[in-house]
């Protein structure tokens, strides 16, 4: 069950169970990401609850909180359906390169592919911050490009507490 509500004509928020949601537990694992989790192929408010389902039995990861679910317009490529939109702050021990590898498997494993940019997704999983981290290699820049200027990351991180 979701409930939803109306930002403006173009932007809606959801909530469920899931998102947002707030951890109660201490983690001892090393690093604090924060992830954006988009998609706009198929059921992707299930997907996503799904995803946090996964990511809870995962030994690596502790989710420590996530946002609303964000529905809002696509960005570069316009011709195609609305995306949706969270963030899940977690901790880990992995570190950024082996996370990202872990990111990319999820994302296969939902049924990503990657055609063009800014294409329709099932699935797409973006570090946006790695502790306090900054790195620009060929496969990783952190924090992520860009982010400042996205709806997408800016909406649900407002409601964020950590």
Same mark, same amino acid.
């Given at each position: 069950?979701?409930?939803?509500? $109306?930002?403006?004509?173009?932007?809606? %928020?959801?909530?469920?169970?899931? &998102?947002?949601?707030?951890?109660?537990?201490?983690?001892? =694992?090393?690093?604090?990401?924060?992830?954006?989790?988009?998609?706009?192929?198929?059921?992707?408010?299930?997907?996503?609850?799904?995803?946090?389902?996964?990511?809870?039995?995962?030994?690596?990861?502790? %989710?420590?909180?996530?946002?609303?679910?964000? $529905?809002?317009?696509? &960005?570069?490529? @316009?011709?195609?359906?609305? &995306?949706?939109?969270? %963030?899940?702050?977690?901790?880990?021990?992995?570190?950024?390169?082996?996370?990202? !590898?872990?990111?990319?498997?999820?994302? $296969?494993?939902?049924?990503?592919?990657?055609? &063009? !940019?800014? !294409?329709?997704?099932?699935?797409?999983?973006? %570090? =946006?911050?790695?502790?306090?981290?900054?790195?620009?290699?060929?496969?990783?820049? @952190?924090?992520?490009?860009?982010?400042?200027?996205?709806?997408?990351?800016?909406?649900?991180?407002?409601?964020?507490?950590?």
């Amino acid at each position: 069950m979701y409930k939803k509500h $109306k930002i403006n004509e173009k932007l809606e %928020i959801f909530s469920s169970l899931c &998102f947002p949601y707030k951890s109660k537990s201490i983690s001892s =694992l090393r690093y604090q990401v924060t992830v954006g989790v988009g998609g706009n192929i198929g059921d992707m408010k299930r997907r996503m609850n799904h995803l946090f389902v996964k990511l809870q039995r995962e030994s690596r990861v502790d %989710i420590l909180e996530t946002s609303l679910i964000l $529905k809002n317009p696509p &960005f570069g490529y @316009l011709d195609q359906d609305d &995306f949706f939109n969270s %963030i899940v702050v977690l901790k880990t021990s992995m570190s950024p390169k082996v996370f990202l !590898a872990y990111l990319l498997h999820l994302e $296969k494993q939902y049924g990503r592919k990657r055609s &063009f !940019a800014n !294409a329709p997704r099932t699935l797409d999983l973006d %570090i =946006l911050f790695f502790d306090n981290l900054s790195m620009n290699t060929e496969r990783l820049t @952190l924090p992520h490009p860009h982010w400042q200027e996205r709806e997408s990351v800016l909406i649900p991180l407002l409601g964020l507490t950590k």
